[in-house]
């Protein structure tokens, strides 16, 4: 009888030990996993749009891909002196997901490698206006490149098209693939966004 108290509390003892040797661990994987919170988010709206500001460009329209980005873009708008700026939403599926685009109709399809986004064809006939589109992430940055040149191609002027993006990935700048305004560089996608991981 004693050896088995012996043996349980020889148990527990490890147990004990193993639980606060692998809760110290995740504890320092969550202190270097970033998270942006809502206040980061609201400080890189401010000074996204300043950025924007001093370069003179104040969008006639806004265009995001998802909804993801569409908490931001609110926040966003707010920096152009509160002025109502028309904003369209893409649809966005990851690639992987089992849904079905097909059926959709009036937008006009744009693929990379992990995304499938769906631009709303009324937008693409706004030719003759300033227009910024505006994401959280860039990992590749192939997007922003198929995006504005889809817009070029359907009659925008160059000039006319800027990009911004809460984060952008060293790999996107390192390719020229990165939107003219970001507000943090990263490694890859190991941080999280108020609404969910980065991707």
């Known amino acids: 009888m004693d050896i ?3 043996i349980c509390g020889l148990v527990t003892i490890i147990s004990l030990g193993v639980t606060i040797y692998y809760g110290r661990i995740a504890s320092i994987l969550e202190m270097q996993k970033k998270k942006l919170d809502w206040s980061d988010v609201q400080a890189c709206a401010n000074d996204l749009g300043d950025k924007i500001k001093q ?6 329209l806004i265009f995001t891909p998802g909804l993801r980005a569409a908490s931001f873009v609110s926040l966003l708008e707010t920096e152009f002196n509160n002025i109502n700026i028309p904003t369209f939403v ?39 206006k300033k227009i910024l589109i505006v994401d959280d992430f860039a990992m590749s940055g192939d997007f922003i490149l ?49 609404w969910g991981k980065a991707r």
Do not use: H
């Open 4 to 6: 088995f108290n012996i």
């Open 55 to 60: 370069d003179n460009f104040i969008p006639d």
């Open 146 to 194: 198929l995006l504005k040149q889809l817009l070029i191609d359907k009659g925008y002027k160059k000039e006319y098209i800027k990009t911004a993006t809460i984060a952008v990935t060293k790999v996107a700048k390192a390719n020229k693939k990165c939107p003219d305004y970001c507000w943090i560089e990263t490694n890859d996608n190991s941080f999280y966004f108020p």
């Open 90 to 128: 893409g649809l966005s599926f990851w690639k992987a997901s089992t849904f079905n685009s097909s059926f959709v109709s009036n937008y006009e399809r744009i693929e990379t490698n992990k995304w499938e986004i769906l631009i709303p064809e009324a937008m693409l006939r706004l030719t003759d």
